[in-house]
């Protein structure tokens, strides 16, 4: 069982490509506190960071990490710099998406990797969901991608060899049924545990 529930709840969120050469260079857009960059580190990557948020920026620079605080656009990066550029659950939130790949590719070296996740619209969930599915997170989601939409928006921003990896993950799923259980039971304390033990989940807790 709990091979299992690791299994279901493996999301391959930190995908990072094979190392192409020694001194690799790698930018991490909204980078929070540094979690990834360190990651990328320790695999032999010269990562750089962008974060919006201070508080954060200021946590991944005391971990020794050359970052930009504020928005892609601000951060002025040079052209054809980098080996590879991530972005994790980040272009959703934003209101030019076309704009940041646009950005992200004059960046990127001509066999650079992009590297991001979005959620999927497409898949089952919000079906059953409906408007609970967690994922909507109406108003911070201001973008909602298809598997196609995606597909089409990264060739239009000169993107090639476009794979698209679904992933799985069964916090999201535990997430929406407890917000289903909380508007069918705003005074089960049952369905507010099961909401705050996913949310606990998702933000990293044991």
């Not at 493996?10 to 050469?21: E, G, I, Q, S, V």
């Amino acid at each position: 069982m709990r091979s299992l529930y690791y299994w279901l709840t493996k999301t391959y969120a930190d995908f990072m490509p094979p190392l192409p050469n020694q001194g690799a260079t790698a930018v991490e857009l909204g980078c929070a506190t540094g979690a990834f960059l360190e990651k990328l580190r320790a695999a032999g990557w010269q990562p750089r960071g962008i974060e919006p948020v201070a508080t954060a920026a200021a946590e991944a620079q005391r971990r020794g990490f050359s970052i930009h605080v504020g928005m892609l656009e601000s951060a002025q990066l040079e052209s054809d710099a980098f080996d590879a550029a991530f972005a994790w659950m980040v272009i959703e939130h934003l209101t030019n998406p076309r704009e940041t790949l646009v950005e992200l590719r004059r960046t990127l070296k001509t066999d650079g990797w992009l590297v991001f996740s979005v959620p999927n619209v497409a898949c089952w969930e919000p079906y059953v969901s409906g408007k609970s599915w967690m994922v909507w997170e109406l108003p911070r989601h201001l973008q909602h991608f298809t598997p196609r939409r995606l597909r089409s928006l990264l060739a239009d921003c000169g993107y090639d060899r476009i794979d698209i990896i679904h992933q799985r993950n069964l916090l999201n799923v535990v997430t929406s049924v407890g917000i289903v259980l909380t508007r069918w039971f705003p005074r089960s304390r049952s369905a507010q545990r099961v909401l705050n033990w996913a949310n606990h989940r998702r933000c990293g807790g044991s």
